[in-house]
């Protein structure tokens, strides 16, 4: 809890939080709704309410409308929704959650007012404005920003003596307007009885038939009530329209991210390519080379290295690991094990200590105990591997029987020999071996060898439709059984019988 929450609880003294995050996105193009795409692990609208969260509000209100299931699904249980109906402008939605939360009996004196498409903006921010806002006794403090282009962004007119004298619009803003680069950034806090009378007084007499939230401002000027700007930083401020600035957000933030996590220990080669989500969790000494992506929960370990070129996605890297060309989804990888280059591990691995997955190895749902080794082109499913195991090189677990997956076991010290097919479920016993070639149907006992039996092909004929009844393999196999024999290539033809 920050220090000004503090000292506002201390006082009494409470806000409630609107977020207005009910338009469209056509500009986006997508049938997402515009808060709900994704930058650094979460949705635009997520972003947000996390910077909030902090400030404690007495209560969040969030205004939905397009895709408001969707939108509402998303939402944590500390944001109340509100359905605006008819998409009727910023002051209209604005309305329709204060007095939502007016009728829940919860509405205190201070109402601090956000877009849904801000992800950059920080609690600092958030803190100075409204400490900006107490401080003045304003009865609306705006967050502005200058802003190199400000095309699209509603202008900040101020009078001969700096002072806020009212918001316009850009399609209703003349030329010279036009030309002011303090922008209104749709950030303020308004004290909440003025507030409510002011958006009861609202008109939609403008290009875009809307009531428009910032045209309280002229009024509270009008009327000589004091409304105090408070600079801030545009690329913090900046709204997200289209796929441009949602690309142009989404690096501000990596590079956001990337900084903070430099600044507590941890190595990265090359920013530019490197991307990191806001839940990732990086201890001290860790390293991450070019084109590396973590996502998700993951987390990595004191003097791991990563890449070049992994990406991880909800894995926890251990202490002194070391990940090279490899995508990890739901693993887990022990104290100084070595993954790759060229590895998959799909959810459910579990990569013991010191233990080894080699070049082209997939490993799903497995465990591989600690020093054991999968070092090169092999599949590894459905499998309990113990210590210090050796697999040999394109060995495959033959884990699916067309209906179930089925398990196998390993016990520790086992070395299994190359191109081996362990045909689950079997176990094999600690400390045996198989030779090279070994198709294994049948448990090995401890310190025994399994080798290739080297006897004839056996065929059963009417197998699949005997023993899978129902599947798509029996529905195929009866099928063929009713088509006519094909031609045997292998006898001569007539001209051949000629020419003999």
Known sequence: ?????SDAEATGWRLAVVVLAAGAGTRMRSDTPKVLHPIGGRSLLAHVLDAVAPLEPA??????????????ATLPDSARPVVQQERRGTGHAARLAVEAIAARGNLPGTVLVIFGDTPLL???????????????GATATLLTAEAPDPTGYGRIIRDEHGAVRRVVEQRDASETERAVREINTGVAAFETDALRDGLKRLRSDNAAGEEYLPDVVAAFVAEGRLVVPVVGDIAETA??????????????????????????????ADPATTWVDVGVVISPDAVLLPNVQLHGSTSIGTGALLGPDCTLIDTMVGARAVVCRAHCEGAVIGESASVGPFAYLRPGA???????VGA???????ELGDHSKVPHLSYVGDAT?????????????ANYDGVEKNRSTVGDGAKTGAHNTFVAPVNIGAGAYTGGGTVVRHDVPPGALAVPGGGPQRTIEGWTERKRPGTRSAAAAAEAATQPEPPDDHQPTESAERER
């Open 1 to 5: 809890m920050s220090d000004a929450v």
């Open 239 to 268: 709204g997200v329209n289209d796929r441009v600035q949602l690309a142009a957000a989404a690096a501000a933030l990596r590079d956001r991210i990337l900084t903070g996590w430099m600044r507590s220990g941890v190595s990265v």
């Open 59 to 72: 209560e969040t209100a969030v205004v939905v409308g397009h895709g408001r299931d969707a939108v509402i």
């Open 350 to 356: 579990r990569i013991g200590r010191g233990a080894k």
């Open 385 to 397: 591997i113990g210590a210090d195991v050796n697999i040999g090189a394109g060995t495959i677990f």
């Open 360 to 366: 082209y190895v997939e490993v799903k749902a497995a």
């Open 122 to 136: 920080t609690t600092a921010t958030l803190e100075r404005l409204v400490a900006a806002h107490r401080r003045t």
